[in-house]
């Protein structure tokens, strides 16, 4: 079966191809690394808040005010 790549789009196969379903090892760690770095990411249905928001200073007051009363 032919299989395109999808980082350089060139014209591979799917049989005996060890990096499938990219062309070659190189595309295949180009690939981790958009991920590693962040450019690929799948949607929340929920924003994320940044640590230090006053959202989450009060969540964490509440988490640690619960641990405090299950002691």
């Not at 395109?4 to 981790?32: G, Y």
């Not at 690394?33 to 690929?40: N, T």
């Amino acid at each position: 079966m032919r299989i395109i790549c999808p980082i350089c789009k060139k014209v591979t196969t799917w049989e005996e191809n060890p990096a499938r379903p990219f062309c070659s090892p190189r595309c295949k760690l180009i690939d981790l690394g958009r991920w590693a770095g962040g450019q690929y990411r799948i949607p929340s249905e929920e924003p994320v808040q940044p640590s230090g928001t006053e959202e989450n200073k009060n969540d964490e007051k509440k988490n640690n005010d619960a641990e405090s009363h299950e002691k």
